[in-house]
């Protein structure tokens, strides 16, 4: 890994990393017209860890495909690092997806004929790396992430925890700043969830990865620094986990 994963700066913790402006995105025209986001501002500082919250429907996972550069807004802007990522041309963008940004999938999306390594190297060749530091970087991802006795294993001799582990694994391999995570845990049970929360939490710390989960799971209170609840496009309110009060018959304090 690159020295500059591992040690962020007071002052580079601090920087805004993701500001969205006005951000709107809707589909269809006139009376037919479908507002998934209806202007959101948020901005997130880089080295926090972000839990994005809502009912199915609520445009949480629309915002997170704005912010991972996966789609473009209808209206308003997405600056990554302050770079407005509409004024990127496709080149550009791809640079931006391969070297800046990691994908999480609830699903895995791993293909099933690779080894755990070469599930893990695939992206580094898009970005130019050699098959000999790829082999070092794969390993020592898969050593991170606790999988390095399983490196020859194909996702079908996995379970989901270690299928999950090796997307975790493959979505580091470019040394991104951003790390972005569609419910992490939902296709796992209780205990292998929370195991990957804890990857997850040790990553953010002590490698300073900005980390954005769209998800349902509660459990994120135990790891994200704040939270944001998303209904009808709008973002209802942002609150650190210090200050969330969970109460039976609620979800996030939101009735």
């Given at each position: 890994?690159?020295?500059n994963?591992?040690?962020?700066?007071?002052?580079?913790?601090?920087?805004?990393?993701?500001?969205?402006?006005?951000?709107?995105?809707?589909?269809?025209?006139?009376?037919?017209?479908?507002?998934?986001?209806?202007?959101?501002?948020?901005?997130?500082?880089?080295?926090?860890?972000?839990?994005?919250?809502?009912?199915?429907?609520?445009?949480?996972?629309?915002?997170?495909?704005?912010?991972?550069?996966?789609?473009?807004?209808?209206?308003?802007?997405?600056?990554?690092?302050?770079?407005?990522?509409?004024?990127?041309?496709?080149?550009?963008?791809?640079f931006?997806?391969?070297?800046?940004?990691?994908?999480?999938?609830?699903?895995?999306?791993?293909?099933?004929?690779?080894?755990?390594?070469?599930?893990?190297?695939?992206?580094?060749?898009?970005a130019g790396?050699?098959?000999?530091?790829?082999?070092?970087r794969?390993?020592?991802?898969?050593?991170?992430?606790?999988?390095?006795?399983?490196?020859?294993?194909?996702p079908?001799?996995?379970?989901?925890?270690?299928?999950?582990?090796?997307?975790?694994?493959?979505?580091?391999?470019?040394?991104?700043?951003?790390?972005?995570?569609?419910?992490?845990?939902?296709?796992?049970?209780?205990?292998?969830?929370?195991?990957?929360?804890?990857?997850?939490?040790?990553?953010?710390?002590?490698?300073?990865?900005?980390?954005?989960?769209?998800?349902?799971?509660?459990?994120?209170?135990?790891?994200?620094?704040?939270?944001?609840?998303?209904?009808?496009?709008?973002?209802?309110?942002?609150?650190?986990?210090?200050?969330?009060?969970?109460?039976?018959?609620?979800?996030?304090?939101?009735?």
């Amino acid at each position: 890994m690159s020295s500059n994963m591992n040690t962020r700066t007071k002052q580079d913790q601090k920087a805004i990393i993701i500001r969205t402006i006005g951000l709107v995105k809707s589909y269809g025209m006139g009376e037919a017209t479908t507002y998934a986001l209806r202007g959101v501002d948020v901005t997130i500082e880089r080295g926090e860890f972000i839990a994005v919250l809502g009912p199915s429907g609520s445009g949480k996972s629309t915002f997170f495909n704005m912010i991972g550069a996966l789609d473009a807004p209808s209206k308003g802007r997405v600056l990554i690092d302050e770079v407005d990522i509409a004024q990127l041309n496709a080149v550009e963008l791809a640079f931006l997806r391969c070297r800046k940004i990691g994908y999480i999938f609830q699903t895995f999306n791993l293909i099933r004929y690779m080894t755990a390594l070469e599930n893990v190297t695939v992206p580094m060749s898009f970005a130019g790396v050699t098959p000999e530091d790829a082999h070092r970087r794969g390993m020592g991802l898969l050593e991170l992430v606790g999988l390095a006795d399983r490196w020859q294993h194909r996702p079908i001799e996995m379970s989901g925890g270690q299928q999950q582990r090796v997307a975790i694994a493959r979505a580091l391999c470019n040394d991104p700043m951003i790390l972005l995570s569609d419910e992490p845990t939902g296709n796992l049970d209780l205990k292998t969830g929370a195991e990957i929360l804890e990857v997850m939490r040790r990553i953010n710390k002590e490698r300073g990865v900005t980390i954005i989960c769209a998800t349902h799971d509660l459990r994120l209170l135990d790891v994200c620094d704040r939270m944001m609840w998303i209904r009808d496009g709008r973002i209802q309110k942002i609150e650190h986990r210090k200050n969330i009060d969970i109460r039976v018959g609620q979800i996030g304090g939101l009735k």
